[in-house]
């Protein structure tokens, strides 16, 4: 059984810093694509950032109100993706959810994703 579990949310200051990290049990995630999406009160879900594999090294994507703010990574030994997030605004609010894709796909359409983890909040005051 596949389980993403997201932690490291949590209320910070705007301009302060977040690292959310996701970590992965009953699947290797090293070659999955993982995405990170947010969903703030009464919006809908929103792509944040993916990490892909390409066959010889991983590209990043984000969204654009987080480019050089935002950064993913993972580490494939503790099979475990981050979100680095700094600079932050209180439009960054919201539940903060990792998921994998297990096929080559749009890596912003949520629909496409194939697991998820429970989320973890992140708030930020103005």
């Known amino acids: 059984q596949v389980r993403l579990v997201e932690s490291g949310g949590g209320l910070v200051q705007a301009g302060g810093s977040l690292r959310l990290s996701c970590t992965a049990s009953?699947?290797?995630?090293?070659?999955?694509?993982m995405g990170w999406f947010r969903q703030a009160p009464g919006k809908e879900r929103e792509f944040v950032a993916a990490?892909?594999?390409?066959?010889?090294?991983?590209?990043?994507r984000y969204t654009d109100s987080v480019k050089g703010r935002f950064t993913i990574s993972r580490d494939n030994a503790k099979n475990t993706v981050y979100l680095q997030m700094n600079s932050l605004k209180p439009e960054d609010t919201g539940v903060y959810s990792c998921a994998i894709q297990t096929r080559d796909d749009s890596v912003s359409e949520w629909r496409l994703y194939d697991y998820w983890g429970q989320g973890t909040q992140v708030t930020v005051s103005s």
């Open positions: 009953g699947r290797t995630v090293t070659y999955d694509t």
């Open positions: 990490i892909i594999w390409n066959g010889d090294f991983s590209i990043n």
